[in-house]
């Protein structure tokens, strides 16, 4: 009966150590032990005390299992589209706060942003004072001026140390006639440099820098939650942590929208080590197996204006194809499949998959140069469909 009691107390011990563990990990924790990414939306700001002014740095943290980390900057002139019309994402912070922005570009990159962080100028320096400051190489004069705000800006070139101020000199620093690139470049200069520093820091530093920051900040983490996130930070080397701008194309106007498929492969690259296939990857020789005058140049046409580029198009070695085909290369079933993916759903189950050697390319004359993908049309094929 005793050794009996005893085995119980111990089991039950062990269930109760085992139940703290897992209730005290924090989400962050343990989504980094599960091997899932974590990522933080980052807003800078002038003063925190102004809580209807634009961004001046909207980014998104993603913090990668395994001591990898992606930061991707979100450029000023993105422009987002609205019930009132296109504005800037830096501008939508005024009314949406950090949570809004969080949701917008969740929903952009197709990943959770759980959690957010706003810090201002002022918490910027103390961060860097509290890391004993950093060093930065500054490749030309920075000079800039604004009266109505009592502010002058003067930074030397060559190797130096900043310090809080002069590092907020630095974010500050803005050159109307510069692109948003350059500006960008100087924000992950910074950032590196405070990476790299931080490298430097005991674990008992790591107290007083959390706390500071927590004090100085606007966050929707808990304590734990950010000793877990500094943590984190504290094992990444600058070396494994890449530091973007998320990719944009232009629009009418002057400002520029996502660029969807670059994006896309950003994402998947940072959070599970892949990139997804884009339609312009897609070299596709058209070749009409009917006697429907024009198809493989409507086709082609079609096709072209989905994004695939289209090397070719011509007419097969027969014109009574009862049924579609697209022949690949073993290696580049991947890109057959998307160009099958992106054809109209009644077509789909009449098109045939195969590769050159399942197909038989002699007949067509052998592998077309500078084609991934043969689209050979047969009987009932309309993209019109």
Do not use: C
């Not at 005893?6 to 563990?21: D, E, H, N, R």
């Not at 130096?160 to 907020?168: E, L, N, Y």
């Not at 974010?171 to 440099?193: I, S, T």
């Amino acid at each position: 009966m005793r050794r009996l009691a005893i085995g119980a107390g111990l089991v039950l011990t062990a269930v109760a150590v085992l139940l703290f563990v897992l209730l005290s990990q924090t989400e962050v924790a343990r989504a980094l032990r599960q091997g899932s990414p974590v990522a933080v939306l980052v807003v800078g700001v002038a003063d925190l005390a102004e809580e209807k002014a634009p961004a001046d740095r909207v980014s998104i943290a993603l913090l990668q299992p395994g001591g990898r980390a992606t930061w991707l900057s979100v450029p000023r002139d993105l422009a987002w589209p609205t019930a009132g019309g296109w504005t800037s994402l830096h501008r939508l912070y005024a009314g949406e706060g950090a949570p809004g922005l969080a949701r917008r570009l969740a929903s952009l990159l197709e990943i959770p942003i759980p959690y957010w962080i706003v810090l201002d100028l002022r918490g910027a320096a103390l961060l860097v004072d509290r890391l004993g400051g950093v060093e930065l190489v500054v490749p030309e004069r920075l000079v800039y001026q604004d009266r109505a705000k009592n502010l002058f800006i003067d930074i030397p070139p060559g190797k130096q140390v900043f310090d809080g101020a002069r590092a907020a000199d630095f974010l500050r620093y803005r050159d109307d006639g510069e692109p948003e690139g350059a500006r960008l470049a100087r924000y992950h200069q910074l950032l590196g440099a405070l990476l790299e520093r931080a490298q430097a820091l005991p674990p008992s530093g790591w107290r007083e820098v959390v706390d500071g920051l927590r004090a100085e900040a606007r966050t929707n983490l808990s304590r734990w939650e950010t000793w877990d996130l500094a943590r984190a930070v504290g094992g990444l080397s600058p070396d494994r942590t890449t530091f973007l701008a998320l990719p944009t194309v232009p629009r009418t106007g002057g400002d520029h929208v996502p660029d969807l498929a670059r994006l896309r492969n950003l994402v998947l690259g940072a959070t599970r080590g892949q990139t997804a296939l884009t339609r312009d990857e897609v070299r596709v020789l058209v070749l009409n197996g009917t006697g429907t005058r024009l198809l493989a140049s409507r086709t082609g046409a079609w096709l072209s204006d989905l994004g695939f580029t289209v090397v070719g198009v011509g007419e097969a070695d027969r014109s009574n194809y009862p049924r579609s085909y697209v022949v690949v290369r073993e290696e580049a079933r991947a890109k057959g499949r998307l160009l099958v993916e992106a054809l109209p759903p009644a077509i789909q189950p009449t098109v045939l998959v195969q590769t050159d050697r399942e197909f038989d390319v002699a007949r067509v004359g052998g592998w077309p140069a500078g084609a991934d993908v043969i689209l050979i049309l047969g009987a009932g094929f309309d993209v019109r469909s």
